[in-house]
């Protein structure tokens, strides 16, 4: 049977329409709810599609897939879980909104994963999340682990509800909110500082949050002497290096990254101030 008859019969067995090879399918095995706007999408297991549609590699922390709804849209969207594989979407816009209306049985379609992400380094690590940023580094957390690292994971939201607070077995979970709803009150960037100044030591820090929570913490990094890696956005068409659309000075946010080095950071001058709109356009990078 030739590759594009396989794709064809596992889209029949998830009820879907085959795309070509281009897109896989996947079928929503369980939607979780994580806060009052945030659920992590976990899909069905199909290793067969996995093994005959190309990436012989398992994905790992800090990837991406871009998901694709028909007649909507297609959006980045990092993994949360890749045994089975996993999302986890805030809904904030009519496409992220779409995707966590969606139910146990529903499919979506996907390409990828795409990206370089994260990598493990030294014993101690420090994983600080905001937002929907902390769903990569959960998975980080289970990997790391797995492979006997100590690991202290920092959470931040605005508040309560948009925490994303699922602990993950044998790491410390300290927890921030801008309101103080919640664990301290404050940013994630305070607790990472109130945990330096008791001593504790890091080899690694690894972010994924709003630009100016990481600008913070590469500059804290940098004067701790600890390394780190972050998790970059910005507006994605492609996801493969093509179109140019997530440029940052003369990176690709898509293809160099999105998971780059402490200095590689701190050295690029349009990070935390500007990006490409969907029009193309240059605009101002809201803080968020
Ligand atoms: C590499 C990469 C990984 C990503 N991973 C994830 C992920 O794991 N989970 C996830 O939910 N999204 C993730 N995103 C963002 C995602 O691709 C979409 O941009 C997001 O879902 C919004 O799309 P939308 O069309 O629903 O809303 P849009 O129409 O793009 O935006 C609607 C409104 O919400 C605002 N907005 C957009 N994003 C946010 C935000 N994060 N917080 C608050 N307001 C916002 C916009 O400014 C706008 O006002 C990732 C993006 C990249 C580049
Ligand atoms: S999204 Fe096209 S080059 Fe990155």
Do not use: D, H, L
């Given at each position: 049977m030739n590759n594009r008859m396989k794709n064809k019969q596992i889209a029949e067995w998830f009820g879907c329409v085959e795309m070509n090879g281009v897109y896989k399918v996947a079928k929503i095995a369980t939607a979780i709810v994580e806060n009052e706007s945030t659920k992590t999408l976990v899909f069905a297991e199909n290793r067969k599609q996995e093994t005959e549609n190309s990436e012989p590699k398992t994905p790992y922390p800090g990837q991406f897939i871009m998901v694709w709804l028909p007649g909507i849209g297609e959006k980045p969207f990092s993994l949360s879980?890749?045994?089975?594989l996993a999302i986890t979407v805030a809904g904030v816009g009519e496409f992220s909104k779409k995707l966590i209306s969606l139910k146990k049985g529903n499919c979506v379609y996907y390409r990828g994963p795409f990206g370089k992400g994260f990598v493990l380094k030294g014993r101690n690590i420090l994983l600080i999340g905001g937002g929907y940023g902390a769903a990569p580094l959960r998975f980080l957390a289970k990997m790391a682990l797995a492979k006997k690292a100590n690991v202290t994971m920092i959470v931040g939201a605005r508040n309560k509800s948009l925490l994303q607070k699922t602990k993950v077995k044998g790491a410390e979970l300290l927890v921030a909110t801008g309101d103080g709803s919640?664990?301290?009150?404050?940013f994630a960037t305070d607790v990472m500082a109130a945990l330096l100044r008791t001593g504790k030591k890091f080899d690694c820090a690894y972010a994924c949050g709003p630009e100016i929570m990481m600008k913070k913490i590469a500059e804290t990094c940098k004067k701790n002497k600890i390394q780190g890696q972050f998790l970059l956005e910005r507006i994605f068409?492609?996801?493969?290096?093509?179109?140019?659309?997530?440029?940052i000075d003369d990176k690709l946010v898509c293809a160099d990254g999105p998971k780059f080095e402490r200095d590689e950071v701190l050295a690029l001058k349009e990070f935390c101030k500007c990006q490409y709109d969907a029009t193309g356009k240059k605009v101002e990078l809201k803080h968020r």
């Open positions: 879980g890749n045994a089975p919640e664990g301290a009150k404050g068409k492609c996801g493969i290096g093509v179109c140019g659309q997530c440029a």
